[in-house]
């Protein structure tokens, strides 16, 4: 179906193509000189240390987590709003995800204050997911794993140009990742960052992405290496060349394309004031430049979700759900306990499109498509 508005849309530009083409005719596609470039950019850009590229955000996040050395026997909090890449990646090392609320109805991130019970004597960290790029209690969560003695990970997959205080999200933590899959802000089909400030965890997770190899391909091409040892049970998490230049060339317009996100996030807000029966969830916080990476509205209790959504749908409005969550999946569903506010949100909240060439137009169509719905839900719930 081609969507009059998509919920998300990516534009690669003819320089884009070219940049990419370059990158073929060099010769060299796995790892190397503008991987590189791309992990220099990113660090600078984030403020962070280190930077290591990979090949998308779900291995970024399974790096984060097996080289802070979580294992069979540890718990690790987390969300349950989240694409389910943030637990698997806690899963993949053998430590146990456990569940805990989120913070609001129209605060759909994990809460600093549901902690507390979720911690255990086996708790070893605490994995947090930037919801739609919003730093939410990400600077609270690292005051209570502080306290508590608990490493703290940030899945920042929607967060790429989210700063609070200056600081980028995933620069809380002991180490974040990234997503630049399509529909990320930073979007090149698939491609990932990790970014820490500790030196040796950074080691670790180069290690772990090639292998627990001692040298690189790249290394050797260099003439820098002639051999190798493996050290570590590791993986190929590597970024190919024509991604990494990709995305090192739209992390140039990254700054522009969310101050755009930002401005319809604002316009989507002023509209919404005059409509009944819904209420925007994420209000931006202060201090912050936010990444706007989704937006997303809460029902009315009562409504019906999927009758507004059908009727979105007939008028050429794609929308979404962020998220059905991840303890409700059979995978994850062992008895685990009841998360009353991220089951209310998952049952009334609705993402509606955003991306930063979206014009007022389509955004008009989204609005009036809405209001529309709405009425007609009214109307119909009218005695007589
Ligand atoms: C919150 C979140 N975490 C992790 C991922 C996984 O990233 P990727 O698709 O790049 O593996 C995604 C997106 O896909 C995501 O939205």
Redesign the pocket.
Known sequence: MAWRVPLADVVVSAEDVDVVADTYRSGWLSMGPRTEELEQRFADYTGAPHAIATT????A?HLICAASGLGPGDEVVVPSL??V??VNAVAYTGARPVFADAAGLLEPWLAASALETAITPRTRAVMT?AYAGHPGETAKLREEADRHGLVLLE?A??ATGTRTGGRHLGTFGAAGAF???SN?NLGIG???MVVTDDGDLAARVRLLRSHGMTALSWDRQKGHASGYDVVALGFNYRIDEPRAALAARRLERLDVENRRRSELDARYREALVAIDGVEPALEPAADTVHAHHLFTVVLDAGLDRDELRRSLSEAGVQTSLHYPPVHRFSIYADGGPSLPVTEAYAERAVTLPLFAHMTEEQQDLVLDSLERALASQAAAARPG
């Open positions: 998308n955000g779900t291995a996040l989240t694409f890449a943030t997911m899945d997959a929607h997503s630049f899959f990320k698939e491609g990932g």
